[in-house]
């Protein structure tokens, strides 16, 4: 037996991690000619755009897809950017070796993380054609760009590389590259049309990244183009230290043995996000530690006593350490108005509305969540709604019905917001899309191919959350359109109907023409708003106008709110009748009472915007008489955004505070202002274009 074990044992031998995803490619999206396309042109354009973003600046990106032969599926891609080039001795471990990145160790949020996704398209082009990757990079500081030939040896993990060298690399017009990166790659794939295709992913990594220009060439020669919509770059994201929530057993045994520090005091707070002077010591406590005593000195009880004081098992005073939140500014969210201008470039539509949640943390991880819907314009309304789910800007293509976020949108009853849905259940029906986005220094994915989101019941309820703000959002939106269009033909109505009538009882009895705005006022027996928002192109402003008609025949008071872009850098300016900020994004002006027939005009400008950015303000008001045009407020709408307002506030506080208790008594509860009345100017006013 004992040589059978010997045989046994002399056979095994490791597998290099490269030879390992040769034998299993479909973990790396590889399984079928259709994904194989799709997945390298995704590994080649999220490079693209992480690198732009890194060296600020605008994507220019270019994609080629040609068939070289059509019976064997041979498919030649070229993929075309204007970032900052690699260097030329760092070609062959970017492109020829598994597991080669920065961005591994690194907590922030990136599209990449394993260093697996382009030297995978290497090995698989090298595995169905035989051929290797051609590289072309030029930097700025160099006159002339590298060219190499790179494949890999799935043995060694290691590049191989063949006709190096360096060339001029001309333009079209005439002129010199200044910086970029091209890759042209040879590979056994299917280029196919409709909503799995590399179309479709070009489509919707434009949506969530505004601020880069895409052009695509498919294999019949058509150029589809989806241009920049926005100069603004993301936000720079920073590296931030690991949470103690976020920290496994094997984690805190290599990070403590690997230690300098000659305190464990010292050590958890240099080492961990989160943790203050007095955390360190009451963690310190808790585990029933010398704060002296030397990390890399630690016993293995000793170590575990520490995770558990630092996941809440063991108490300092009866209670759990309380550690502040991990910074946020490891994350870059898409932001609300971008992802509306976004949707709108590419979907055609009446209503879109967008939202970005305040960051949150789950197991010491970062995260935040953003929802857009769009309604109506040329989308179908017998088939169930498109789906749009992102990961970290990155397009989720396949296992829509595994996903985290496509169950966060199943959980909402669509019904009672305008949407068909049969039972409840399931992905809702109608002329809609629906977008969300995670954001996340960690994503958790299903699998290496990062095609559906692992479950969390933390960020789906987050998730959840944003989808019921969007469905009350559009069910107000619809009931307002309806009312609006009845007001508006009642009103074309009467103002067809009565002058033709006065007219002629004139006539009849020989009297003049009488007043008809008090017939009319008692006919409509309706409060009405109409809203204007326009972009300015002369003082480079969005104007905004919301008109309020008083057609009952008694005095109405109200409050009037309307929502203005401040998170997105919107500056409110020429505001003649003042009011006050009711929470943020919504502002809010206490009208004088309005007798019957009278009107009242609120104007202002927004600044700091581009043309496109804010194209509709949502009008709400305060008071017993429904206004047709606006929205009833509805409290637990602003006590929402303030609760938003009030997670911000505890995540942006500095982590160098000691005294987590006392956080909250340095966020200032700043008394409102009482709202000051506006009285309405005299005059005449229109309707729908019509005279009063």
Same mark, same amino acid.
């Given at each position: 037996?004992?040589?059978?074990?010997?045989?046994?044992?002399?056979?095994?031998?490791?597998?290099?991690?490269?030879?390992?995803?040769?034998?299993?490619?479909?973990?790396?999206?590889?399984?079928?000619?259709?994904?194989?396309?799709?997945?390298?042109?995704?590994?080649?354009?999220?490079?693209?755009? *992480?690198?732009?973003?890194?060296?600020?600046?605008?994507?220019?990106?270019?994609?080629?897809?040609?068939?070289?032969?059509?019976?064997?599926?041979?498919?030649?891609? /070229? /993929?075309?950017?204007?970032?900052?080039?690699?260097?030329?001795?760092?070609?062959?471990?970017?492109?020829?070796?598994?597991?080669?990145?920065?961005?591994?160790?690194?907590?922030?949020?990136?599209?990449? $993380?394993?260093?697996?996704?382009?030297?995978?398209?290497?090995?698989?082009?090298?595995?169905?054609?035989?051929?290797?990757?051609?590289?072309?990079?030029? &930097?700025?500081?160099?006159?002339?760009?590298?060219?190499?030939?790179?494949?890999?040896?799935?043995?060694?993990?290691?590049?191989?590389?063949?006709?190096?060298?360096?060339?001029?690399?001309?333009?079209?017009?005439?002129? #010199?590259?200044?910086?970029?990166?091209?890759?042209?790659?040879?590979?056994?794939?299917?280029?196919?049309?409709?909503?799995?295709?590399?179309? $479709?992913?070009?489509?919707?990594?434009?949506?969530?990244?505004?601020?880069?220009? &895409?052009?695509?060439?498919?294999?019949?020669?058509?150029?589809?183009?989806?241009?920049?919509?926005?100069?603004?770059?993301?936000?720079?994201?920073?590296?931030?230290?690991?949470?103690?929530?976020?920290?496994?057993?094997?984690?805190?045994?290599?990070?403590?043995?690997?230690?300098?520090?000659?305190?464990?005091?010292?050590?958890?707070?240099?080492?961990?996000?989160?943790?203050?002077?007095?955390?360190?010591?009451?963690?310190?406590?808790?585990?029933?530690?010398?704060?002296?005593?030397?990390?890399? $000195?630690?016993?293995? *009880?000793?170590?575990?006593?520490?995770?558990?004081?630092?996941?809440? +098992?063991?108490?300092?005073?009866?209670?759990?350490?309380?550690?502040?939140?991990?910074?946020?500014?490891?994350?870059?969210?898409?932001?609300? #108005?971008?992802?509306?201008?976004?949707?709108?470039?590419?979907?055609?539509?009446?209503?879109?509305?967008?939202?970005?949640?305040?960051?949150?943390?789950?197991?010491?991880?970062?995260?935040? /969540?953003?929802?857009?819907?769009?309604?109506?314009?040329? #989308?179908?309304?017998?088939?169930?709604?498109?789906?749009?789910?992102?990961?970290?800007?990155?397009?989720?293509?396949?296992? $829509? =019905?595994?996903?985290?976020?496509?169950?966060?949108?199943?959980?909402?009853?669509?019904?009672?917001?305008?949407?068909?849905?049969?039972?409840?259940?399931?992905?809702?029906?109608?002329?809609?899309?629906?977008?969300?986005?995670?954001?996340?220094?960690?994503? %958790?994915?299903?699998?290496?191919?990062? +095609?559906?989101?692992?479950?969390?019941?933390?960020?789906?309820?987050?998730?959840?959350?944003?989808?019921?703000?969007?469905?009350?959002?559009?069910?107000?939106?619809?009931?307002?359109?309806?009312?609006?269009?009845?007001?508006?033909?009642?009103?074309?109505?009467?103002?067809?109907?009565?002058?033709?009538?006065?007219?002629?009882?004139?006539?009849?009895?020989?009297?003049?023409?009488?007043?008809?705005?008090?017939?009319?006022?008692?006919?409509?027996?309706?409060?009405?708003?109409?809203?204007?928002?326009?972009?300015?192109?002369?003082?480079?402003?969005?104007?905004?106008?919301?008109?309020?008609?008083?057609?009952?025949?008694?005095?109405?008071?109200?409050?009037?709110?309307?929502?203005?872009?401040?998170?997105?850098?919107?500056?409110?300016?020429?505001?003649?009748?003042?009011?006050?900020?009711?929470?943020?994004?919504?502002?809010?002006?206490?009208?004088?009472?309005?007798?019957?027939?009278?009107?009242?005009?609120?104007?202002?400008?927004?600044?700091?915007?581009?043309?496109?950015?804010?194209?509709?303000?949502?009008?709400?008001?305060?008071?017993? %008489?429904?206004?047709?045009?606006?929205?009833?407020?509805?409290?637990?709408?602003?006590?929402? &955004?303030?609760?938003?307002?009030?997670?911000?506030?505890?995540?942006?506080?500095?982590?160098?505070?000691?005294?987590?208790?006392?956080?909250?008594?340095?966020?200032?509860?700043?008394?409102?202002?009482?709202?000051?009345?506006?009285?309405?100017?005299?005059?005449?006013?229109?309707?729908? =274009? =019509? +005279?009063?």
């Amino acid at each position: 037996m004992s040589g059978i074990a010997q045989k046994l044992a002399s056979k095994q031998k490791q597998v290099a991690i490269s030879e390992f995803f040769e034998k299993n490619k479909h973990f790396l999206g590889f399984d079928s000619p259709v994904r194989s396309l799709i997945t390298a042109v995704k590994e080649a354009v999220d490079n693209a755009l *992480d690198a732009c973003e890194e060296a600020r600046i605008l994507p220019s990106i270019k994609v080629k897809v040609t068939k070289i032969d059509a019976k064997k599926d041979i498919i030649e891609l /070229v /993929v075309e950017d204007n970032g900052p080039g690699i260097p030329q001795k760092s070609i062959e471990k970017v492109f020829g070796q598994l597991l080669f990145g920065s961005r591994f160790h690194a907590i922030r949020q990136s599209r990449g $993380q394993q260093g697996i996704g382009i030297t995978g398209v290497v090995m698989y082009s090298q595995l169905t054609t035989g051929k290797p990757t051609h590289v072309k990079s030029k &930097i700025a500081t160099e006159s002339t760009a590298a060219v190499v030939d790179i494949g890999l040896d799935t043995r060694k993990n290691k590049a191989t590389k063949s006709n190096s060298g360096r060339e001029i690399w001309d333009l079209e017009d005439g002129e #010199m590259k200044k910086h970029g990166l091209e890759v042209t790659t040879r590979l056994k794939a299917k280029y196919q049309k409709g909503r799995q295709s590399v179309w $479709q992913y070009l489509r919707m990594t434009s949506i969530v990244n505004p601020h880069a220009e &895409i052009t695509f060439t498919d294999p019949d020669g058509e150029v589809h183009h989806w241009p920049r919509v926005t100069e603004r770059l993301p936000g720079k994201v920073e590296s931030i230290k690991p949470h103690p929530h976020g920290i496994e057993l094997g984690q805190l045994q290599r990070m403590l043995s690997e230690s300098t520090d000659s305190r464990l005091s010292v050590f958890l707070r240099t080492n961990f996000s989160g943790v203050s002077t007095r955390a360190a010591k009451e963690l310190c406590a808790a585990a029933e530690l010398d704060v002296k005593i030397k990390p890399k $000195q630690m016993s293995p *009880d000793q170590v575990r006593a520490l995770l558990e004081a630092f996941q809440g +098992e063991r108490m300092f005073n009866g209670k759990p350490v309380k550690l502040l939140n991990p910074p946020t500014n490891c994350l870059s969210p898409i932001e609300e #108005m971008l992802i509306k201008k976004g949707l709108s470039k590419t979907i055609d539509s009446r209503y879109a509305a967008t939202m970005t949640r305040a960051p949150n943390v789950s197991q010491g991880n970062p995260y935040q /969540v953003e929802v857009g819907l769009i309604f109506g314009g040329n #989308m179908v309304s017998d088939k169930p709604v498109e789906v749009l789910r992102f990961a970290n800007r990155v397009p989720l293509m396949y296992q $829509q =019905g595994g996903c985290l976020l496509t169950k966060a949108i199943e959980s909402v009853d669509w019904r009672q917001y305008g949407l068909d849905q049969a039972g409840g259940k399931g992905v809702p029906k109608g002329p809609a899309a629906i977008l969300v986005h995670l954001a996340s220094t960690n994503v %958790q994915f299903t699998s290496e191919a990062k +095609e559906a989101l692992a479950d969390n019941g933390e960020v789906l309820e987050e998730v959840r959350k944003a989808m019921l703000e969007m469905g009350r959002g559009l069910r107000k939106h619809l009931e307002k359109k309806k009312k609006m269009a009845k007001t508006k033909e009642k009103f074309e109505l009467i103002n067809d109907i009565l002058p033709a009538i006065a007219k002629k009882s004139a006539q009849i009895l020989d009297k003049p023409l009488p007043s008809l705005a008090g017939s009319i006022t008692k006919i409509m027996s309706a409060v009405i708003c109409e809203g204007s928002t326009e972009w300015n192109s002369e003082s480079k402003a969005v104007d905004v106008s919301i008109k309020i008609y008083n057609y009952t025949a008694r005095a109405r008071a109200y409050t009037i709110l309307a929502t203005w872009p401040e998170k997105s850098g919107g500056k409110m300016t020429n505001n003649q009748y003042g009011g006050r900020k009711e929470a943020t994004g919504v502002w809010a002006w206490k009208l004088d009472t309005l007798q019957p027939g009278e009107n009242i005009t609120i104007t202002y400008s927004l600044d700091g915007l581009e043309k496109g950015d804010w194209t509709e303000t949502d009008v709400f008001y305060r008071g017993s %008489q429904e206004i047709i045009g606006a929205m009833k407020m509805d409290e637990k709408y602003l006590e929402e &955004i303030r609760n938003q307002e009030k997670i911000l506030n505890e995540l942006n506080s500095p982590s160098q505070i000691d005294d987590f208790e006392n956080m909250e008594d340095e966020i200032e509860d700043v008394e409102p202002k009482p709202e000051p009345a506006i009285k309405p100017p005299s005059g005449q006013s229109t309707l729908f =274009g =019509g +005279e009063q």
